[in-house]
């Protein structure tokens, strides 16, 4: 991996996807390949910037945002309750997430 100058593009909500993306910017002229980063519960897509600023400059980024939004800025693929025993999931958004 090298360092590179980057920045996130506007976040997109297509009509085809349940999640909106950033994609890196600028866009490498002849990708030679792609990697999609996922942020974790309680997160975002900006949280990832700086990897994937340190990806190759002929990789293609995208940032994707989970699509439940928690609080402000703070989003996930599915619900998780930490609790005393541990962390508890919503089983069926878990799938629906997949």
């Known amino acids: 991996m ?3 100058t980057l920045t ?3 976040l997109t909500q297509s009509p085809a996807f349940e999640f909106a993306l950033s994609v890196q910017q600028p866009l490498p002229v002849k990708p030679k390949a792609c990697v999609v980063l996922l942020h974790g519960a309680g997160g975002s897509e900006t949280n ?3 990897l ?5 400059a002929d990789t293609l980024v995208v940032l994707a945002r989970g699509p439940l939004q928690f609080a402000p800025g703070q989003f996930g693929w599915f619900r998780v309750n930490f609790t005393a025993s541990g962390p508890s999931i919503v089983a069926a958004q878990t799938e629906q997430s997949r």
């Open 52 to 56: 994937a600023g340190a990806m190759d």
């Open 48 to 50: 990832l910037a700086d």
């Open 8 to 10: 996130l593009g506007a």
């Open 2 to 4: 090298t360092t590179s």
